[in-house]
């Protein structure tokens, strides 16, 4: 009479709480922080989103005015991730936000974030979703800048033929691994390419990397 099924030990709700809770901790802490009162293990979080099932990109609620934003951050990457009944899989992410801000909880946290992500989509029409979503958020006339980020990946950079008007960067993680490889045989110069980097001075660091370059094969000679 109440809505409860058979050995059914949760309702919707809490389980709707848990999902959430996972969205930004680990399964272990969602079960705690879900309820006060009680505590699940985290194979019940796990659980619990598998019943939720598949959930497409558009089905998140879109705001009812279109947002303002002078700049616009689309990053992009990709990771292999253990399927259930198969062998790993090439799971493609794209997140849009509008930078990042410092919360109380002492962290960085994505303002605005929006995630897009699918196991059997083509990056076409995943790329597709985030120019829709991009049109219907926000107030494209008004945006001075829209970056693209990632490793360099080709289908990352696809996405500058569906964002008009994007810049490709690449991004922080994938900069820093190619600056210590850059200067691992001459350690001396990794501080002060980091500080041209950091100002933006493009001919000093041109003019780093000639000089690493050019000292490469003295710390690494070639096999006569």
């Known amino acids: 009479m109440v809505g409860i099924e058979p050995y059914e030990r949760m309702d ?61 951050y689309i990053e992009a990457d990709e990771d292999h991730v253990a399927m259930q009944h198969e062998k790993n899989k090439e799971i493609k992410l794209i997140y849009v936000h509008e930078g990042r801000i410092f919360n109380f909880k002492g962290r960085y946290e994505l303002r605005n974030k929006r995630y897009f992500t699918g196991s059997l989509m083509d990056s076409e029409d995943l790329w597709l979703e985030v120019a829709d979503y991009l049109e219907e958020a926000y107030e494209l006339d008004k945006v001075e800048k829209k970056y693209i980020s990632g490793d360099g990946a080709s289908w990352i950079k696809e996405g500058l033929n569906w964002i008009k008007g994007s810049e490709y960067v690449l991004d922080y993680f994938h900069l820093s691994k190619y600056v210590k490889v850059a200067t691992a045989h001459m350690p001396q110069t990794f501080t002060p390419l980091w500080n041209y980097i950091n100002r933006h001075n493009k001919a000093q660091v041109r003019q780093v990397f000639h000089h690493t370059r050019g000292n490469y094969k003295y710390y690494f000679p070639t096999k006569s």
């Not at 709700?13 to 293990?41: C, F, M, P, W």
């Not at 659980?47 to 879109?62: M, P, Q, T, Y």
Request: hydrophobic residues 30%; glycine residues 4%; without cysteine.
């Open 12 to 72: 919707l709700s809490y389980q709707a709480e848990l999902i959430k809770e996972s969205i930004d901790n680990s399964y272990h802490k969602s079960g705690i922080r879900a309820s006060s009162n009680t505590q699940v293990t985290k194979q019940t979080v796990l659980n619990s989103i598998r019943r939720l099932g598949n959930v497409e990109n558009s089905d998140a609620k879109l705001p009812t005015k279109k947002k303002e934003a002078k700049v616009i």
